[in-house]
């Protein structure tokens, strides 16, 4: 039953167990606070929250109370306005600017600084205190974060950010009195996967974001709009700050359901990748830079030579409108489109939403956190952070953990069970566990202990999650992933993380299974003259770049569209340079089925459209008539309406997805003594976009060749030994590390040496010691 | 009186545990194995044994309220983290003889039915803490303690845990927090310990003299126990007097023995020709008294209404060539210094205070600084977090208020009026 008090007239209706700040500050009561906050709740540590409580007793003397210690009883009379409370508001405010440096002309925190803030509604407007300040010596916490202790209030906040809610344990409070000093035990680099948010959970400039500091504005002069994160399929809502045409730094933005408070580095510091050196900004023709109107000419020509003879890659990372206007050009010149480069990737992930949409609906984040059990396959960490912070609040309410992995993953550490599977195993291994949980009790063998151990947690949990990391499962994985789902019944929950922010999107423009197989053979076969790709790599796919590489020398005209330079832009004969992620307006479809639309936070100076500003260019040139993208996407989703930019976004309407699904497991099963097999290996730095963001690829993991230990005694291999690796492409000489979270008989490597060796993750590669 | 709690002790030559109990140890677990636990909890509580760690709260009652049906396991903390500047009595039976806290401790977890108890020990204390760990394998290996103790079938695990050493870790919650491998910043109070203490179960913390009365109740009986002491008070206490006395020492006396016995009689007095100027009767943060206080009985409720705290009931003694200042500067130095950080009035609130008494000190105090001391004071008190700075500042607080004009002649005169009586002095 809800309760009603008072503060300071105001009626307040509150929730059982509410303490008064958290009552007042959701009725935009204000009441001053530093330590409280809403992800970390109360600790009672700043004592600004002070207010007065009135007391039953009429002849009692108010007291004065921490509002945030505070619980809500029914007809509770409060006031914030006190002279009581609003003295001792005072004295904290005097006694935490004691040795406050009150740098604000310099410090990057202006602006958009609680203690700012705090100090100009509470404080004193003089100092009384006359003696020395402290002085603390800052540390170098790496390239993200910028440290600055003499600012320290000591509120807790980045501690109880840091340890208690993202589980990170290389940052910490140290010494004790008025010396109190938050930072490393030594100088280096923060490696949680979450530092950036300290930047926003200090009320203060202690921790300040290091790559705005290198260019930095007044935060009143950044020029911002509501975006969603492109960097994974979490589709976290974000607030980029650009100004003078350049974006300056990305911060949360809430969603109540997804990110509410933070976001994770990649998607913090990932957008360097728009002020990229190497980023095209010109069009370029034949190796020329031209005019963007020059470009479309020269587009247009090729196009209409090409007649049918025409392909389009469309992408995961591509918006919902560039792709859907691409497929559409395509229909209408009879030409093939396929939102996808790799028909693995694309089997996998057409299966994924395939299941999803079959499913009663993939939890959110803040559902994640309520489950008490999850089984997650592969690297959650590296392709969807913001799960693994998530997974860990789960974990903080005792959710147990299993992780079925190839190679090393850091979600490993909060598990029960962490089992290592080589990638040609994990179906295997998924359907014996299968059978464990809907075998009847009398035939459960105990041959397997861990198999059962995990299947009985899993049919013993009241709210189960199961969690697979599509880019290294094979679509035969996905579906015995979502069968072990409804095996363990109702109140299973399934989830996938996908590998693009739009790959759902991407997926649900799929009209055919295979159509990734059926453009690459016919450009193989001379049947397409003209391909367009827009904001994909297939140049420098894993598994198949050097496929793509050949049969593009085919091609009369490669036509691309990307905001990042890579092996395709390189390869292109027209190149269209278009905004990136910030600069546009759009809609990503996130893991969920979510659609999220997003706003231009800010232009360059240079002429840079949008994908689909460039294809409703092109349409314009060749004498077409196309619907513009929102007519197209009601078209292809019947009851689609684009969500608004800042918006909660809205559901995808479920759609038929093409059902034959090639669940024939990975290629080569002969066993060679020399083959390993190459599983992907990543951080959650890793990917395509955030690899060209300078600061974040500082802290990437040098390459290595990483085994198990048991694997390299039987190869007779030891750490550090320099190991030759063979693949279908290429071959390489890489240091060996040995890792007991590797599989057995699999070899984890980064994305880099994937590509350079031409194998995907699973496929069979050859190892040997360099003598 | 007869010594209680001090009979056997020996810092030079601790007993072992052959000799301890030829003289009598460890006879209080067969009684205290013949009785129900509740039965034991009622016997405390009859005897009014009041915590001997500071706050006096009834040991009995602290018992009872965890309750009989607390869930498992239950932990009993024996605090021996001793750090109140002049208070030194628990350091006495520490080195003095283990056995006997070990055998308080046993009996104490039979009336709780705690399976495990830690023995939290002042980090400077480690030497004394090695021998209690020592004397705990010997009681181990006599099958005083383990499983099914005596056949009683009542099981105990005994632990030593020697501080990493800050004064804040005496606190019952940053205790608990210290423990458990944590920052030793003090807890909120709800959910109280004895519901959700040491790793969420229900824990009981009792001071280390606490905790030796009752083996020697549960020989004696209650009413034994509480004819112990005088004046209205109950039991046997010891009391510390340091500072400016002639013998200053460690007594055991009967709770109720006034400040004017103990620092004349047991402590020798004053130097020849001194006069007392006051004293502090609990340990540093407990409120000035003056020499018309002599003869308040050194018990919890006399003390208080003397407008001070019973505390650890240990004097320290200033005459009248010491300046009341300077004393009070020391003591809220070492509180500053002492401070965890957690909560701001505390952290930031007492260095202020010792700047502006060092700035009064040495002769460049302003006229309004007394005034802020107070409003400070008043504030830091109440609005801090745990009961570390209401302890802080009660000393300089009455020092303000005893010894007002020897402040105010700081300001006026712009020195210190004791380096002109201590230069007569020399």
């Known amino acids: ?771 | 009186m007869e010594a209680v709690l001090t009979r056997h002790l020996d810092p030079t030559a601790p007993l072992g545990l052959p000799a301890y109990q030829a003289n009598g140890g460890y006879r209080s677990l067969t009684a205290a194995f013949d009785l129900k636990p509740e039965a034991l909890i009622k016997i405390v509580e009859d005897a009014n044994l009041r915590g001997r760690g500071g706050a006096g709260f009834p040991c009995g009652l602290k018992w009872r309220l965890r309750g009989t049906d607390a869930p498992r396991p239950r932990y009993l903390i024996c605090n021996l983290d001793e750090s109140e500047p002049g208070t030194f009595k628990d350091r006495h039976l520490l080195y003095g003889g283990p056995h006997q806290i070990i055998e308080a401790i046993i009996v104490s977890a039979y009336a709780l039915q705690a399976e495990r108890s830690i023995i939290f020990v002042r980090g400077e204390y480690a030497k004394g803490g090695n021998s209690l760990s020592r004397a705990i394998k010997e009681a181990e290996t006599a099958g005083l303690i383990g499983s099914n103790i005596g056949g009683s079938g009542f099981d105990l695990q005994i632990e030593v845990h020697i501080s990493g050493g800050r004064y804040i870790c005496g606190e019952e919650t940053a205790q608990i927090n210290a423990i458990e491998g944590r920052r030793p910043n003090p807890r909120p109070k709800i959910p109280r310990p004895s519901v959700k203490g040491l790793w969420g179960q229900p824990t009981t913390s009792n001071n280390v003299e606490t905790l030796v009365n009752v083996p020697h109740i549960l020989l004696n009986g209650a009413d034994w126990f509480r004819n112990l002491g005088v004046n209205g008070g109950c039991g046997s206490k010891l009391f510390c007097v340091s500072g400016k006395v002639q013998h200053p020492g460690l007594f055991e006396l009967p709770i109720g023995t006034t400040a004017r016995e103990l620092i004349f009689e047991h402590a020798g007095g004053l130097a020849k020709g001194r006069d007392l100027l006051g004293f502090i009767p609990g340990g540093a943060s407990t409120a000035f008294l003056l020499p018309k206080h002599l003869d308040v009985p050194m018990d919890f409720d006399p003390i208080a209404k003397a407008g001070s705290r019973f505390g650890t009931g240990c004097i320290i003694v200033f005459d009248d060539v010491t300046c009341p200042l300077q004393a009070t500067l020391n003591l809220i130095r070492f509180f500053a210094r002492e401070s965890c950080g957690f909560c701001t009035p505390c952290r930031d609130g007492l260095p202020y205070l010792a700047q502006i008494l060092t700035t009064i000190a040495a002769g460049q105090g302003q006229a309004n600084d007394l005034s802020l001391l107070e409003e400070l004071c008043a504030m830091i008190g109440p609005q801090s977090f745990c009961a570390f700075a209401p302890g802080a500042v009660m000393p300089l607080v009455s020092s303000l208020q005893c010894f007002r004009e020897h402040y105010e002649r700081h300001i006026t005169t712009g020195h210190c009026p004791f380096d002109t009586v201590n230069k007569k002095g020399a």
Request: with cysteine.
């Open chain 1, 1 to 771: 039953m809800l309760g009603i008090i008072r503060i300071d007239g105001h009626e307040i209706p509150f929730e059982p167990g509410d303490n008064l700040l958290k009552v007042a500050l959701a009725a935009d009561v204000d009441i001053p606070y530093f330590c409280y906050h809403a992800a970390l709740g109360s600790v009672g540590a700043c004592r600004l929250c002070a207010v007065e409580i009135m007391s039953d007793d009429p002849d009692k003397v108010p007291r004065v109370a921490m509002a945030c210690l505070e619980p809500a009883s029914d007809g509770l009379e409060v006031s914030v306005s006190a002279p009581a409370a609003q003295q001792v508001r005072q004295r904290v405010i005097e006694f935490l600017m004691i040795n406050h440096p009150h740098d604000c002309p310099i410090c990057d925190e202006g602006g958009e600084c609680h203690l700012q803030e705090m100090t100009v509604a509470c404080g004193p407007a003089y100092r009384r205190y006359q003696g020395h300040k402290r002085t603390f010596t800052n540390q170098n916490l790496g390239p993200l974060v910028h440290h600055e202790m003499n600012r320290c209030i000591t509120c807790y906040r980045c501690t109880r950010f840091y340890q208690d809610y993202a589980l990170g344990d290389d940052l910490g409070a140290m010494r004790l009195r008025n010396e109190v000093y938050f930072g490393r035990f030594q100088d280096g680099p923060l490696e949680s996967p979450f530092a950036g948010n300290l930047v926003e959970i200090c009320p203060t400039g202690v921790f300040t974001d290091a790559i705005f500091r290198q260019h930095f504005t007044r935060v009143w002069d950044l020029k911002t709009a509501s975006s969603i994160c492109p960097h994974c399929s979490v589709g976290c809502n974000i607030l980029p700050g650009a100004r003078d045409g350049t974006l300056r730094r990305v911060r949360h933005r809430p969603h109540p359901e997804i990110n509410r408070w933070f976001i994770c580095d990649r998607g913090r510091y990932g957008h360097q990748y728009s002020e990229h050196t190497a980023r095209p900004l010109t069009p370029r023709v034949a190796g020329a830079t031209i005019t963007y109107r020059k470009a479309l000419i020269a587009a247009t020509e090729q196009i209409k030579a090409a007649g049918d003879r025409i392909g389009g890659l469309g992408s995961i990372r591509e918006d919902l409108e560039g792709n859907a206007l691409l497929r559409a050009l395509l229909n209408n010149l009879n030409g093939i489109f396929s939102a996808f480069n790799d028909p693995e990737l694309e089997a996998a992930t057409i299966t994924a939403v395939n299941r999803i949409q079959n499913s009663d609906g993939t939890p959110s984040l803040t559902e994640m956190e309520q489950v008490d059990a999850a089984l997650i396959l592969g690297d959650l960490t590296a392709h969807a952070p913001m799960i693994d912070l998530a997974l860990r609040q789960a974990y903080r309410r005792g959710a147990q953990l299993t992780v079925l992995h190839n190679g090393p993953t850091p979600l490993t550490q909060f598990a029960v069970t962490t089992l290592p599977v080589p990638p040609h195993e994990m179906g295997a291994y998924l359907s014996r566990l299968h059978e464990r949980i809907t075998a009847s009790p009398a035939s459960k063998d105990v041959q397997d202990e861990s198999t059962a151990e995990i299947a009985e947690r899993l049919a013993a949990a009241r709210r189960p999650l199961l969690i697979g990391v599509v880019e290294t499962l094979a679509a035969s994985e996905i579906i015995a992933l979502a069968q072990l789902a409804t095996a363990l019944g109702t109140d299973a929950r399934l989830a996938y993380a996908l590998p693009g922010a739009n790959a759902y999107g991407a997926a649900l423009l799929t009209l055919a299974s295979r159509k990734t197989t059926t453009i690459l053979e016919a450009i193989e076969t001379g049947q397409i003259q003209t391909l367009i790709v827009a904001g994909t790599d297939p140049l420098g796919d894993t598994r198949l770049g050097s496929r793509w590489r050949a049969a593009c020398q085919r091609l009369n005209t490669l036509i691309v569209l990307d905001c990042i330079a890579t092996t395709t832009t390189a390869a292109a004969d027209i190149l269209f340079p278009v905004a990136a992620w910030a600069e546009r307006g759009g809609t990503f479809v996130n893991y969920e089925g979510r659609a999220q639309g997003f706003a231009p936070a800010f232009k360059r100076l240079e002429l840079l459209p949008s994908t689909a500003e460039v294809i409703a260019d092109l349409v314009q040139c060749l004498d077409l008539y196309l619907p513009d993208a929102p007519a197209v996407l009601s078209e292809a989703f019947p009851g689609y309406q684009a969500p608004v930019p800042g918006s909660a976004g809205s559901l995808m309407p479920v759609h038929p997805l093409p059902t034959h699904i090639d669940t024939a497991t990975r290629s080569d099963h002969e066993h060679h003594h020399k083959h390993w097999q190459a599983a992907l290996t990543t951080w959650y730095g890793d990917e395509e976009l955030a690899s060209f963001a300078p600061a974040l690829m500082k802290l990437a993991p040098t390459a290595t060749a990483l085994i198990s230990p048991a694997a390299a005694l039987n190869a007779n291999i030891e750490e550090g030994a320099q190991v030759k690796l063979r693949g279908p492409v290429g071959t390489m000489t890489l240091p060996v590390q040995l890792d007991n979270r590797v599989a057995d008989g699999t070899v984890a490597l980064t994305r880099m040496a994937l590509v350079q060796l031409g194998v995907g993750h699973g496929d069979l590669l050859e190892l040997e010691p360099v003598s």
